[in-house]
């Protein structure tokens, strides 16, 4: 495994992309649609600043009216998502997600539940 994304809760993705273009000259390099939100993917050398901005209610909208913008999940990618899976569950960390679903950029994902995480909400990506 190695670290994929921060995905990052934002009502503005498109400011944000500029203000970390700007800052980090990283690139925007995958943008789309997807369950509710606009999804921008800024690369920042092997990984990526996924930018969440909601666009009708859902998920990433709850969490900005209960936390405000900031950083909403880490990843960490796997050519193995099954396998993952099966060593979480070996652990007893609790799943949001019991099978694969499909993710941005069409990537199979599954999320672990922060209170067996250290409070930090993972995603679990398989490219």
């Known amino acids: 495994m190695h670290f994929d994304h921060a995905g990052i809760a ?29 999804v921008v993917f800024l690369e920042c050398g092997e990984s990526y ?40 569950r070996d652990h007893d960390v609790t799943l949001v997600d019991e099978e694969p679903r499909p993710g941005a950029w069409g990537h199979s994902v599954a999320f672990l539940h922060p209170r067996d995480t250290g409070g930090i909400l993972l995603e679990l990506v398989e490219h």
């Not at 901005?53 to 950083?71: K, R």
């Open 10 to 38: 934002t009502t503005d993705a498109d400011e944000l992309a500029e203000l970390y273009t700007d800052l980090f000259g990283l690139e925007r390099v995958h943008e789309e649609v997807f369950d509710g939100m606009r």
């Open 49 to 88: 600043f996924e930018l969440l901005e909601p666009i009708e209610g859902g998920t990433i909208a709850h969490y900005l009216e209960e936390n405000g913008p900031g950083i909403h999940h880490l990843a960490l990618a796997t050519d193995d998502i099954e396998g993952a899976l099966e060593t979480v």
